[in-house]
């Protein structure tokens, strides 16, 4: 999908055309963000504004650009159920195309005149009767309604390694990847062996000089198995859509299977995992010692499974050292690890994932009653129907607490919440409040917790799903079925409903 819309100095000012309805902030454009403006464009909602922080949509695909980059569900369930396209490359998508078909949903559905783009929030505060949004430029904006599509992951995660800032070559992050260094015939360092570095890792090592890979604990690593479609398979689906809808819901089906692997209690769909896991490793990898590092010692599912059918040749090339020994400190020149031995490097990457639900360390969300959601949420992290917190009317969080997958696609949960809260807002109206009561809240999040308890997260393994308290806050704990059943309508006896009052006709 070329990228021939208008530029963005051509759109970027535009305001909204003045339109009926509530006023809807939506913060950030990526998949949440678009999704919820193309919907209430569709359900009759114009007076709506999404503002985001970069000069282009895309969210977490304009971000990371990070050589090799890649989705890990299927291109085909990996997009709005809306816009299909036909025309995708791979069983699994570069990231550049998957950042190519949100520019095209974007321009197809008219959303480029409705945002304003370098607008990065910095408070978000209710009077009583409205939200005011403030920004890093000095400028603000009210809304009725505001709607965060920031997700959970958005801020990436720097760890707190001593001596990081005694380093004399480039530091950066994979979700800041700077295109200016020139990684050929470096010595580079990644910190990180996860889902970015299985993907980077393989596309940089032939250009390296030498790579120091530090693993901290090893992955579940699967098969990838990807292809590319050829030409008359693309040309099938753009003629017969229902044959494209049948190909993305049997891969619903396929990913849905594996949802087993997240049980706590022992069965096939672990086993097959465990063995397929055996299997590839010991076909990539035939130094036992190594297999050995490689071997997790945590449950299957319990971190993040992984897919890469490159990332194991490419960790045994004569260029690559992994090295499991623990890091002590970053130096002027390299790394220092916990046996005493300095590894020199002239480039040091990050490969260390996010911060989840960074929004409490970038905005400052208050409440009506003088109560940040940074306080409310000091307790432990959650929302109601992960959407909602108690004290915040009018405030949804699209992929809000608890809203998490390990093992479909997220673009589903999205088109749920977004539904979801379409019909709240239409209960409400133009000038009322909802809010979920707080006694729903916590009957919604017991049972979420209770739930958790027999899921393999359970286990603390060390994933970023659980905080320091054993309390996970990201991950939803059934099959994607269950969550769209849930979120098929409101239980509006779990909302408190406040709606001005309309002056008396004389």
């Excluded at 997220?410 to 009322?432: C, F, P, S």
């Excluded at 098929?488 to 006709?505: G, K, L, M, N, T």
């Amino acid at each position: 999908m070329a990228d021939d819309h208008k530029t963005i100095l051509d759109v970027a000012g535009n305001d909204p055309r003045p339109g009926k309805g509530p006023r809807i902030a939506i913060l950030g454009a990526g998949f949440s963000g678009m999704g919820m403006a193309i919907r209430l464009k569709q359900e009759g909602f114009e007076n709506f504004t999404i503002y985001e922080k970069a000069d282009e949509v895309g969210g977490t695909w304009r971000e990371n650009r990070y050589p090799g980059v890649a989705c890990d569900v299927p291109s085909h369930l990996y997009s709005f159920s809306f816009e299909p396209n036909p025309n995708w490359s791979r069983r699994f998508s570069p990231g550049g195309e998957i950042w190519d078909y949100m520019k095209h949903c974007a321009r197809k559905y008219g959303l480029y005149p409705f945002i304003k783009f370098k607008k990065t929030v910095t408070a978000i505060r209710h009077d009583g009767a409205e939200w005011t949004i403030e920004f890093t430029d000095g400028t603000s904006a009210i809304a009725d309604y505001v709607v965060s599509g920031l997700g959970g992951l958005h801020e990436p995660n720097i760890p707190p390694i001593a001596g990081m800032e005694t380093f004399k070559g480039p530091v950066f992050h994979t979700a800041q990847w700077r295109d200016d260094v020139d990684l050929s015939g470096k010595r580079v360092a990644i910190i990180g062996s996860a889902a970015s570095a299985v993907q980077v890792v393989p596309a940089i090592v032939d250009k390296v000089a030498h790579l120091d890979l530090y693993q901290r604990t090893p992955n579940w690593v699967m098969p990838r198995m990807s292809y590319a479609y050829p030409k008359w398979l693309k040309g099938v689906f753009a003629k017969a859509p229902l044959l494209a809808r049948a190909y993305r819901g049997f891969y619903f089906t396929v990913m849905e299977w594996r949802f087993n692997a997240f049980k706590k209690d022992e069965n096939r769909v672990k086993s097959f995992i465990r063995k397929i896991f055996q299997k590839h490793l010991e076909k990539q990898v035939s130094d036992p010692e190594l297999r050995a590092k490689l071997t997790p010692d945590y449950p299957v599912g319990c971190k993040r499974i992984l897919i890469s059918d490159d990332y194991l040749p490419a960790i045994q090339k004569p260029n690559v050292d992994l090295i499991t020994e623990g890091i002590e400190a970053v130096t002027e020149t390299g790394v220092s690890t916990k046996d005493g031995r300095d590894h020199p490097a002239d480039v040091l990457i990050l490969a260390t994932g996010f911060k989840p639900f960074d929004i409490l360390e970038s905005i400052e969300v208050t409440g009506p009653s003088g109560k940040s959601l940074r306080e409310t949420w000091k307790g432990g992290i959650a929302a109601h129907r992960t959407i909602m917190a108690p004290g915040f009317p009018n405030f949804f969080l699209l992929l809000g607490p608890n809203s998490g997958l390990g093992h479909n696609s997220v673009i589903l949960m999205i088109e749920a919440q977004v539904n979801y809260v379409i019909d709240l807002i239409k209960r409400t109206g133009d000038k009322g409040q909802i809010a979920p009561r707080p006694e729903a809240a916590k009957s919604f999040d017991d049972r979420i917790q209770d739930d958790l308890q027999d899921r393999v997260w359970a286990a603390r393994c060390g994933a970023w799903y659980v905080d320091e308290a054993g309390r996970n806050f990201t991950l939803y704990p059934h099959d994607v079925r269950t969550y769209l059943k849930e979120m098929r309508q409101p239980d509006f006896s779990e909302y408190d409903i406040a709606r001005q009052a309309q002056p008396a006709i004389s």
